[in-house]
């Protein structure tokens, strides 16, 4: 589906949109599942699909849709992604179904992506809020990518790499986070989510 079809078919679409970017150690993921374990959260977090082998302690569908490479080209072939894009030489994908269903409902919808998949959804869904977390500078970043020792030192260079281009492009985002502290940065995502409409009593699913 084109960028244009996406906005004419999805532009009657009652929920909210909103996009979590920020680099590799960032804390966006704790950030945003901490937040949603919140009882005042009105919000629904979307999971991808992705061709990176699951870490230890994940699970398919709840962290992500763990896919075999030529399945999920296959899925974005018949375009079945909202957006995709590949990030540290795996591909990611946001299953478009679920997401315009839950925005049908009118509910919140999270999505945690990179840059450019962010960016192709504010091309499809122009009223997304698209918000970027950060820390305070850039070595807070280096150490906290070091001291979670899950990747080796290459790996632990791309991703530096990819978090200077990341920051590079936050400027398209119309919201910015930054998260030294989880407490108050999962504070500060409530009040801008509330903001959006996306306060108040959880909604039964
Ligand atoms: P990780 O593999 O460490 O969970 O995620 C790596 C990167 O891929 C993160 O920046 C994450 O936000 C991004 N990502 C996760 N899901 C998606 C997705 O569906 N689309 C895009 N574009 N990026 C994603």
């Known amino acids: 589906m084109s960028s244009e079809t996406f906005r004419e078919s999805w532009s009657d679409l009652s929920g909210r949109l909103i996009v979590v970017s920020g680099p590799s150690g960032s804390g966006k993921t704790s950030l945003v599942r901490q937040y949603l374990a919140r009882p005042d959260a009105r ?35 018949r375009g079945e992604f ?16 679920s ?16 840059v450019q998949g962010a ?15 950060n820390t305070s500078t850039f070595s807070v970043l280096e150490d906290r990518l070091r001291s979670r020792s899950t990747e080796d030192e290459p ?3 791309v991703r530096l790499n990819n978090a200077r281009r990341e920051i590079a492009l936050s400027e398209k985002y119309h919201h910015h986070l930054i998260n030294e502290n ?7 995502l409530a009040s801008l989510l509330s903001r959006f409409g996306c306060g108040g009593p959880v909604r039964d699913a």
């Not at 999971?47 to 709840?62: D, K, L």
């Not at 909202?82 to 179904?97: Q, R, S």
């Not at 997401?99 to 990179?114: A, K, T, Y």
Request: aromatic share 10%.
């Open 82 to 97: 909202l957006e995709w894009a590949e990030v540290h030489g795996n591909l990611y994908g946001t299953p478009a179904d």
């Open 119 to 133: 960016l192709q959804c504010l091309e499809r869904f122009p009223s997304a809020e698209l918000v970027f977390v």
């Open 99 to 114: 997401v315009r269903s839950m925005l049908e409902r009118g509910d919140c919808v999270i999505l945690e992506i990179d």
């Open 43 to 77: 919000a629904r977090l979307s999971i991808s699909a992705t061709t990176r082998q699951p870490r230890v302690g994940e699970e398919y569908g709840r962290e992500y849709f763990f896919e075999k490479r030529v399945d999920f080209e296959a899925a974005r072939d």
């Open 182 to 188: 989880l407490d108050r940065a999962v504070d500060d």
């Open 155 to 157: 790996t632990i260079q």
